[in-house]
């Protein structure tokens, strides 16, 4: 193992945090893909010089974005990488399980970053649905502009606009899970990183030697995705509401147990990494396949297709 010596210098972390979040605040579609790992220099510094300095550093990227841009980006910031970071860092130190980690700082990440949104929007006259909605809508209004211009058939681009119409109003009931959704891949894509560069540098003390192709969600988790399922399809108004949150949040788990299972066969298969790339590929930009493999994470319940339960209850 490479000898590892960190400098006592919080300086490099304070700085990436900086550069990370300035990067989301200047050019939004690049910042959105760089924020996401915001977190992970505060969660390092948290397990490498402990619980206090880990606070007093986010403390003191709190105080600086509080002078520099302002109250409510600053908490925006708090809300979304701050807390998911001390949260992390906490239970990776108490050396919870890697699915606890990531649920643990996601839901603590997103919760708070709901109620700040409904905090925030509080003084207006429209409702945080009707925010989100009329956003969608001025987003999907370019879009359309931009079709017309480039000279589309006016009754194809008439259909676009109804499709659009429908689509805003289901985007903006169904924010909540969005805003669950994406702190759950933050959540992973930190806890990832950081196993990866801590168990290099310091060994594997805090970390499970589970592996991702052989994680299983509860099982109970099911009834959860049909319930919702239900309500969505048969519920009115607000159950209906409620049941696409759920849903969406549902989907996208048993998607991540889906993919665990798909990088277990091309473990077992030793698939060369080329075509790993292209599969992922393949599926991150292909729908069907995207459900696909959430069927196949759903699916896997019953039939267990990596045989993991029947070695655990032989064992």
């Not at 196993?195 to 594997?204: D, E, S, T």
């Amino acid at each position: 193992m490479a000898e590892f010596s960190p400098s006592k210098n919080l300086l490099v972390p304070l700085v990436l945090v900086f550069i990370l979040f300035f990067a989301f605040m200047v050019f939004p579609p690049l910042g959105a893909l760089i924020g996401v790992l915001s977190p992970f220099p505060l969660v390092f510094v948290y397990l490498q010089k402990g619980r206090q300095v880990g606070i007093a550093l986010v403390a003191l990227v709190f105080v600086v974005l509080l002078l520099l841009v302002g109250a409510n980006q600053a908490m925006l910031f708090l809300a979304e990488y701050a807390l998911m970071a001390l949260v992390l860092g906490e239970l990776i130190r108490l050396q919870l399980p890697g699915g606890r980690c990531i649920v643990g700082s996601a839901l603590a990440s997103g919760v708070v970053s709901i109620i700040l949104l409904l905090v925030l929007l509080g003084d207006q006259e429209t409702s945080v649905n009707e925010f989100f909605e009329k956003q969608i809508r001025a987003q999907f209004a370019m879009s359309m502009t931009a079709f017309e211009s480039m000279g589309e058939d006016k009754a194809e681009v008439a259909n676009m606009k109804a499709f659009a119409e429908r689509v805003a109003e289901g985007f903006a009931a169904s924010y909540p899970a969005f805003l669950l959704i994406g702190s759950l891949i933050g959540s992973a894509v930190n806890y990832a990183l950081i196993r990866i560069v801590w168990m290099r540098f310091y060994g594997p003390g805090l970390f499970s030697g589970k592996v991702f192709s052989e994680w299983i969600c509860p099982e109970n988790l099911v009834w959860a995705f049909i319930l919702s399922g239900a309500a969505l399809f048969f519920g009115q108004g607000m159950v209906a509401d409620a049941g696409l949150n759920i849903f969406l949040v549902m989907l996208c788990v048993y998607f991540a147990q889906g993919l665990s299972i798909v990088v277990h066969f091309l473990k077992v298969r030793r698939v060369p990494t080329f075509f790993w790339f292209v599969l992922f590929i393949l599926i991150f930009v292909q729908p069907l396949l995207i459900g696909l493999v959430a069927g196949l994470g759903v699916f896997d319940i019953w039939a267990d297709f990596r045989k993991l339960r029947t070695v655990e209850d032989i064992s």
